[in-house]
Structure formats: structure tokens, C-alpha cells
């Protein structure tokens, strides 16, 4: 700050902190806050549609509360009472229902859980300042539960004020409000902060509902993922993304997100295909169901609406090909290099016999012109997309709350890669004339996703961006050299390698910790210290794959969650926590339901790795909130000297 304007700023923070007692107490205040220890940061990823392992995952918050009841009841408790512990506080309404049938809940388990709950409740809150506590009280209890929280049970006299206070709650009846409201607050206090680090949704069945789930959350950030890219770009209007997010829902057979949870009508699509496709070939265009069953008449229309939405989609990423030869992506004009009589695709001198070749829409001398149908129909997608209240709703939060990577806590957050050439040093992007390649490609392509939304001339443009980073060469968020969907449908050859979608050459070179520093250093990020953490390619463990790259600089948090990809990583997703003690990778058992969840007796994860364990507890001074305050208190200082030197006059008059 130069001198004047920090004189200004010092006249406007007295305005705020009027004499020496004011300012004195903030300085005290901000000084102790420094000194508590750093909250837990929990890092989610690929969340893909799958609300149910998510909030449980949340409300579990990864294991983290297991281990405080490890920890607060060591050798008080046996492992299944531990167990027992954790899913009241998980399912506290669930949990004390299922006891209520089986033969009701006597006064005696009432006190000792709400005894057992408060000891964690007043462990996980201790690290937080009383305000902060105060503000995330259930208003109706706050008093009751503040007082809980604070006392001292090693003084004989408060020990026998808390039983009075245990006793009374559950002779006037609100026992279990109490523990309800406990549970809530032991599970908003084991986190602080949320990550996401990309990818809600696709492929699972309910991306709507995790959408909900994070616009009530207290402290969240969102790492854009090409899947949540894709979803945006569609709600935009984009109409390529629109078919692709359409194709992908009926290629899993989640229909009921669309259309129950958004309202978006599918019945133009729908009788489309009825009329255009009344037989489709059922391997290649039946959903894949993983574990829902749907009846055969269902099977089949979803089969007819994936072609005809297939097709759409094709034809759309032809068109905005031709009119971007910028993207580079013309290998993936297929319709060309069909020869629609005999059903044969030519590609790089060998002919493949096409999977189906029934295309009643094609106009062969135009095979990306839609047919006067499917420009109603997808014009009408489009219209119900733009025009939905819902999906805009959550599509604002994902801009608003996302980005394409943060910097956080001396991390750096990011879902895909940063682009690399074949030498191995950050790839070169020229875009309109102007050369990108690293960071200022990332801060590019983070620019053109918010001016996507924003309503100016070239907004259709930067709509078609969005289109390049789901499925681009060069996109951060997609890192592979193509996307090879077309082949998969329409091919079918034992060579797999035609189906192959190379990956970038980060995903090499990301083994190498010089790599990682390089990168922390480029983002201005301390290269001994700090994490780059990635999802988006699966961790495929049970092929003896790392999560852990670089010597331990790189995390890929990405184990599984998708249903549709726990085959490949042997595992149910990983996730990452980040306290003052530790770095803990857990990695997730499947989450089945939550009856299994409510009734097993065994713990949740199956292993948890300290990547790292800090010689002494991080403080918050150690966060980048804790450097901004520590900067408060330079100003608070400086004011403070101020009105003892005179130079500025305190007021007693407020
Ligand atoms: O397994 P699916 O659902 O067919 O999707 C495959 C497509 O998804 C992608 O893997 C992109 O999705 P991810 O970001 O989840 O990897 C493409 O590379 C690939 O073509
Ligand atoms: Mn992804």
C-alpha cells in the first residue's frame, strides 16, 4: 500500500476500531485465533452422480470421526460399541428408530450417549473460536449445548451440573433433538472445508441431488471437471454438449435426474425415435444399468432415444468442427469417411464394418446437416435446458463457486492436467495469435469458462470453448490426445488399440517429483511443501497402481466412486483429509446402502495412509487465512500506535 492510501485505510479501520480498547481486543482476539490449530480441509472427487456414497462419505467425513472416537474412547469402548457410536452420529434419526422397534430406548442409553456425544462434540469444536461455535448452534438449544461444550468435567462440581443437565433433557423428552443436534454439529465441525475436485456429474444416477447437498454446505470449493464443464456448456445451450450430456445420461439409463429432478420434458426425443429408429441394435445402444434393473419396453425406447440422441450429437460435432479448424480435432469428422451403402468406415486406409448402418437422418451429401426433426428436437432440449430453473440454479453455483484449479493452504487443486508435449515441458497453445502454455493456459481456458456466461457478442464462442475443454487435445480438464466414442459405437475389432485414448504426457511425467515442484513453483507455491492434487483418472489399485506420485508431491484422489469404473480401480474411491495432525489418504469401501451402512459392525475404510505427519500441529497462522490475519493485525498495530503517538484521535463516543 503506498502511504496515502494506507493513511486512508487506517482513518476507514477507525472507523471500525474507534479508540485503544477496540483496537487493543481485536489485536488479542486475532492473535489467539492464530494460535488454534488448523481446521480439516476433506478433498472429494468423480463424484459422478452417486449422491448416497457422497453424503456419506461427507457424513462420515472420511473417517475422520471414527478416528476421534478411536482416540477419545481408546480403551473405554469395545471396537463394535465404537462402531455403534459411529452410526448414531452418522444416522442419528435412522439409527435411534430402528432401537425404538426393537423394543424401545431406556433413559440409561439416552445418558449415555448424549454423555458419549458430548465428549466429541466439545473435541471437534475445540479447535474453532466460541463465535464461530456459537453461530453454527441450533438456535432453539444454544444455551444448553454452549454450556455443555465448556465445562470442565475434571471439576467435581461441573460433573455433577452436566448430569443434572443430561438428566432434565431426557425427562422433559428432547433427548433425541439433543443427540440429533449434536450429531449435525460433530459432523459440520470434523470438516471445515470442502474440495471437490471436479466431475459431479455423468454415469451415476442422481448428480442433481449431490448439487443440492453442496448448495447447503457451509464451505465448499469446486475444481471444474470436463464432465461439469460439459453440464454447464449445456445449460448454456451449447448445443453439441446438450446431445453429449443427453447421450451419456441415456447411455447409463438415468433418465429420472432429467426428468424428475430437473422436470426436462424427453418426450419430443422420445417420440422421435420412436417414428426414426423403431429398431435399433440393442449391443450397442442398450444402457448400461450396472445395479438397477429396468423392464424389456423400457430398455428398448432407451435404446431407440441413446441412437437418436447418438447420431445428434455426431452430427452437431461435425458442424462445429468445420467452423473451428482452430480446435484441431478434424481426425473426428467420421461421417465423412463413410461409405453409407455398404456400411463401411474408412479410416487411415482400413475399412471397419460399422456396428449399425441404419441412418434414416443422414443426407449423404451433408452428413452433419440435422434433419428438419432433430433440429426440433434438439432446438426444444435446448429450450427446456436454458430455460430450467433448476439446473440453472445449480449450474450458477458450479460458475460461482468453481474454478479451474485453486490454490489453497499451499496446495494446489486441480481435476485434470496441465497439457505437456512429448519433451516433457508444458505444451504451447496458440489461441487468436497469442501463445499459452501452463499456467496462463489454465488462467486462459478459467477466463473463457467465465465469459461463457457472461452475455456478450462472442458468447457463442466461448460456448464452443466450453465444448473444446470436455473433450479437446489441449483441454486441462480432458488430457487425452481423443476421444474415441464414435469408434466404440460404431466399430467393433479386437485390436482395443483403436478404442485408445492416450493420455497426455503429464500423466507420465507426473511420476517424476522435478515435475510437480516445477509446477508448484510456477503457481508460486512452496515446492518442498505443498500438494498438487488431481482426480479424474482412476487409480486402478488393484492393478498395483499408486495414488501417490512424485515422491509424494502429487495425490490422484480419483478411486472409484462411479460405479461404472469400480471394476477397473478395485476399489470404491478414494479421499483425501488434510488436518493439523496429518495428510490421510483413506481409500473407501463400497458404500452398498445405507441400511448396510446403518447395521454393519465393522468399520468403514479399508486403509487410511499418513502421507504425511507433521512434526508439530499446523496453526491456523500457517494457512493463508492466518496470513491474511496476520496482516489485519499489522494494520490493527498500526493503528493502535497511531492513536498512541497522536497522529490519529481515538473516539469514545460510540
Ligand atoms: O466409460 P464411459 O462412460 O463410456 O465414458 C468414456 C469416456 O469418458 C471419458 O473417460 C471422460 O470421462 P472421465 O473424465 O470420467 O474420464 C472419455 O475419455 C471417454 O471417452
Ligand atoms: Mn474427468
Same mark, same amino acid.
Given at each position: 500500500?503506498t502511504?496515502?492510501?494506507?493513511?486512508?485505510?487506517?482513518q476507514?479501520? $477507525?472507523?471500525?476500531?474507534?479508540?485503544?480498547?477496540?483496537?487493543?481486543?481485536?489485536i488479542?482476539? +486475532?492473535?489467539?485465533?492464530?494460535?488454534?490449530?488448523?481446521?480439516t480441509?476433506?478433498?472429494?472427487?468423480?463424484?459422478?452422480?452417486?449422491?448416497?456414497a457422497?453424503?456419506?462419505?461427507l457424513?462420515? $467425513?472420511?473417517?475422520?470421526?471414527?478416528?476421534?472416537?478411536?482416540?477419545?474412547?481408546?480403551?473405554?469402548?469395545?471396537?463394535? !460399541?465404537?462402531?455403534?457410536?459411529?452410526t448414531?452420529?452418522?444416522?442419528?434419526?435412522?439409527?435411534?428408530?430402528?432401537?425404538?422397534?426393537?423394543?424401545?430406548?431406556?433413559?440409561?442409553?439416552?445418558k449415555?450417549?448424549?454423555?458419549?456425544?458430548?465428549k466429541?462434540?466439545?473435541?471437534?469444536?475445540?479447535?474453532?473460536?466460541?463465535?464461530?461455535?456459537?453461530?453454527?448452534? /441450533?438456535?432453539?438449544?444454544?444455551?444448553?449445548?454452549?454450556?455443555?461444550?465448556h465445562?470442565n468435567e475434571?471439576?467435581?462440581?461441573?460433573?455433577?451440573?452436566k448430569d443434572?443437565?443430561?438428566?432434565?433433557?431426557?425427562?422433559?423428552?428432547?433427548?433425541?433433538?439433543?443427540?440429533?443436534?449434536?450429531?449435525?454439529?460433530?459432523?459440520?465441525f470434523?470438516?471445515?472445508?470442502?474440495h471437490?475436485?471436479?466431475?459431479?456429474?455423468?454415469?451415476?444416477?442422481?448428480?442433481e441431488?449431490?448439487?443440492?447437498?453442496?448448495?447447503n454446505?457451509?464451505?465448499?470449493?469446486i475444481?471444474?471437471g470436463?464432465?461439469d464443464? #460439459?453440464?454447464?456448456g449445456a445449460?448454456r445451450?451449447?448445443?453439441?454438449?446438450?446431445?453429449?450430456?443427453?447421450?451419456?445420461?441415456?447411455?447409463?439409463?438415468?433418465?429420472?435426474f432429467?426428468?424428475?429432478?430437473?422436470?426436462?420434458?424427453?418426450?419430443?426425443l422420445?417420440?422421435?425415435? #420412436?417414428?426414426?429408429?423403431?429398431?435399433?441394435?440393442?449391443?450397442?445402444?442398450?444402457?448400461?444399468?450396472?445395479?438397477?434393473?429396468l423392464?424389456?419396453?423400457?430398455?428398448?425406447?432407451?435404446s431407440q432415444?441413446?441412437?437418436?440422441?447418438?447420431?445428434?450429437?455426431?452430427?452437431l460435432?461435425?458442424?462445429?468442427?468445420?467452423?473451428?479448424?482452430?480446435f484441431r480435432l478434424s481426425?473426428? +469428422?467420421?461421417f465423412?469417411?463413410i461409405?453409407?451403402?455398404?456400411?463401411i468406415?474408412?479410416?487411415?486406409?482400413?475399412?471397419?464394418?460399422?456396428?449399425?448402418?441404419?441412418?434414416?437422418?443422414?443426407?449423404?451429401?451433408?452428413?452433419?446437416?440435422?434433419?428438419?426433426?432433430?433440429?426440433?428436437?434438439?432446438?426444444h432440449?435446448?429450450?427446456?435446458?436454458?430455460?430450467?430453473?433448476?439446473?440453472?440454479?445449480?449450474?450458477?453455483?458450479?460458475?460461482?463457486?468453481?474454478?479451474?484449479?485453486?490454490?489453497?493452504?499451499?496446495?494446489?487443486?486441480?481435476?485434470?492436467?496441465?497439457?505437456?508435449?512429448?519433451a516433457?515441458?508444458?505444451? !504451447?497453445?496458440?489461441?487468436a495469435?497469442?501463445?499459452?502454455?501452463?499456467?496462463?493456459?489454465?488462467?486462459f481456458?478459467?477466463?473463457?469458462?467465465?465469459?461463457?456466461?457472461? #452475455?456478450?457478442?462472442?458468447?457463442?464462442?466461448?460456448?464452443?470453448?466450453?465444448?473444446?475443454?470436455?473433450?479437446?487435445?489441449?483441454?486441462? +480438464?480432458?488430457g487425452?490426445?481423443?476421444m474415441?466414442?464414435?469408434?466404440?459405437?460404431?466399430?467393433?475389432v479386437?485390436?482395443?488399440?483403436l478404442?485408445?485414448?492416450?493420455?497426455?504426457?503429464?500423466?507420465?511425467?507426473r511420476e517424476?517429483?522435478?515435475?510437480?515442484?516445477?509446477?508448484?513453483?510456477?503457481f508460486?507455491?512452496?515446492? !518442498?511443501?505443498?500438494?498438487?492434487?488431481n482426480?479424474h483418472? /482412476?487409480?486402478?489399485?488393484?492393478?498395483?497402481?499408486s495414488?501417490?506420485?512424485?515422491?509424494?508431491?502429487?495425490?490422484?484422489?480419483?478411486?472409484?466412486?462411479?460405479?461404472?469404473?469400480?471394476?477397473?480401480?478395485?476399489i470404491?474411491?478414494?479421499?483425501?483429509?488434510?488436518s493439523?495432525k496429518?495428510?490421510?489418504?483413506?481409500?473407501?469401501?463400497?458404500?452398498?446402502?445405507r441400511?448396510?451402512?446403518?447395521?454393519?459392525?465393522?468399520?468403514?475404510?479399508?486403509?487410511?495412509?499418513?502421507?504425511?505427519?507433521f512434526?508439530? /500441529?499446523?496453526?491456523?497462522?500457517?494457512?493463508?487465512?492466518?496470513?491474511k490475519?496476520?496482516?489485519?493485525?499489522?494494520?490493527?498495530?498500526?493503528?493502535?500506535?497511531?492513536?498512541?503517538?497522536?497522529?490519529?484521535?481515538?473516539?469514545?463516543?460510540?
Open positions: 500500500m502511504e496515502m492510501s494506507e493513511e486512508k485505510y487506517l476507514l479501520l $477507525a472507523e471500525q476500531f474507534p479508540n485503544i480498547p477496540a483496537v487493543s481486543t481485536e488479542i482476539n +486475532l492473535k489467539a485465533i492464530l494460535n488454534l490449530p488448523k481446521s480441509e476433506h478433498f472429494l472427487t468423480d463424484l459422478h452422480g452417486e449422491a448416497e457422497f453424503k456419506y462419505m457424513k462420515t $467425513a472420511s473417517g475422520v470421526i471414527e478416528y476421534k472416537i478411536d482416540q477419545i474412547f481408546e480403551e473405554k469402548l469395545k471396537d463394535k !460399541e465404537k462402531r455403534e457410536l459411529a448414531l452420529i452418522f444416522y442419528p434419526e435412522e439409527k435411534m428408530k430402528t432401537l425404538q422397534k426393537r423394543g424401545g430406548i431406556p433413559p440409561e442409553w439416552y449415555e450417549a448424549l454423555d458419549y456425544i458430548v466429541i462434540s466439545r473435541e471437534v469444536s475445540a479447535i474453532y473460536t466460541r463465535s464461530k461455535v456459537r453461530k453454527a448452534l /441450533p438456535h432453539k438449544f444454544s444455551y444448553i449445548i454452549e454450556e455443555l461444550l465445562l475434571n471439576e467435581l462440581s461441573k460433573k455433577d451440573y443434572q443437565i443430561l438428566t432434565t433433557i431426557i425427562e422433559v423428552g428432547q433427548a433425541e433433538n439433543f443427540i440429533i443436534a449434536l450429531s449435525n454439529l460433530i459432523q459440520r470434523a470438516v471445515d472445508k470442502l471437490i475436485i471436479g466431475d459431479i456429474f455423468d454415469r451415476g444416477p442422481a448428480p441431488k449431490i448439487m443440492s447437498f453442496l448448495k454446505h457451509h464451505n465448499v470449493d475444481q471444474w470436463n464432465h464443464i #460439459l453440464w454447464m445449460a445451450g451449447q448445443r453439441a454438449l446438450i446431445a453429449t450430456a443427453l447421450r451419456i445420461a441415456l447411455r447409463y439409463g438415468n433418465l429420472e432429467i426428468e424428475e429432478g430437473y422436470g426436462i420434458n424427453l418426450r419430443p422420445a417420440r422421435f425415435a #420412436l417414428k426414426i429408429y423403431p429398431e435399433v441394435n440393442q449391443t450397442v445402444f442398450a444402457p448400461r444399468l450396472l445395479d438397477k434393473e423392464a424389456q419396453p423400457e430398455i428398448s425406447l432407451i432415444m441413446h441412437k437418436a440422441i447418438t447420431i445428434i450429437q455426431f452430427k460435432e461435425g458442424q462445429l468442427l468445420k467452423q473451428h479448424p482452430e481426425e473426428a +469428422l467420421y465423412e469417411k461409405d453409407f451403402e455398404q456400411g468406415l474408412n479410416l487411415d486406409g482400413k475399412k471397419y464394418k460399422l456396428t449399425d448402418s441404419d441412418f434414416p437422418t443422414i443426407n449423404t451429401d451433408h452428413p452433419y446437416q440435422l434433419s428438419s426433426e432433430e433440429e426440433e428436437v434438439i432446438e432440449l435446448r429450450y427446456s435446458f436454458r430455460n430450467n430453473d433448476r439446473l440453472q440454479e445449480d449450474i450458477r453455483f458450479l460458475f460461482n463457486h468453481g474454478s479451474l484449479y485453486k490454490k489453497y493452504n499451499g496446495n494446489l487443486l486441480f481435476h485434470g492436467c496441465i497439457p505437456l508435449n512429448k516433457g515441458n508444458y505444451a !504451447e497453445v496458440k489461441i495469435g497469442q501463445n499459452y502454455a501452463g499456467r496462463s493456459l489454465l488462467d481456458f478459467d477466463d473463457v469458462v467465465r465469459q461463457s456466461y457472461s #452475455l456478450n457478442k462472442q458468447e457463442e464462442t466461448y460456448r464452443d470453448w466450453l465444448w473444446y475443454l470436455w473433450r479437446g487435445k489441449m483441454s486441462p +480438464l480432458f487425452k490426445e481423443k474415441t466414442t464414435f469408434l466404440r459405437y460404431f466399430t467393433t479386437e485390436d482395443k488399440a478404442y485408445l485414448e492416450k493420455k497426455n504426457p503429464y500423466y507420465k511425467k517424476n517429483a522435478d515435475l510437480c515442484k516445477q509446477i508448484l513453483a510456477d508460486e507455491l512452496d515446492p !518442498e511443501t505443498g500438494h498438487i492434487i482426480g483418472t /482412476p487409480v486402478a489399485e488393484k492393478r498395483g497402481e495414488p501417490i506420485k512424485g515422491e509424494g508431491r502429487l495425490l490422484v484422489i480419483d478411486g472409484g466412486i462411479s460405479a461404472a469404473y469400480r471394476t477397473k480401480t478395485g470404491a474411491g478414494y479421499t483425501l483429509t488434510y493439523s496429518n495428510l490421510r489418504l483413506i481409500s473407501h469401501d463400497p458404500f452398498l446402502s441400511e448396510n451402512a446403518l447395521n454393519k459392525d465393522s468399520r468403514d475404510t479399508i486403509s487410511a495412509t499418513e502421507v504425511v505427519k512434526k508439530q /500441529p499446523l496453526k491456523i497462522s500457517a494457512t493463508d487465512i492466518g496470513k490475519l496476520a496482516d489485519d493485525i499489522n494494520y490493527l498495530l498500526k493503528l493502535h500506535e497511531a492513536y498512541q503517538n497522536g497522529s490519529l484521535k481515538e473516539n469514545y463516543s460510540t
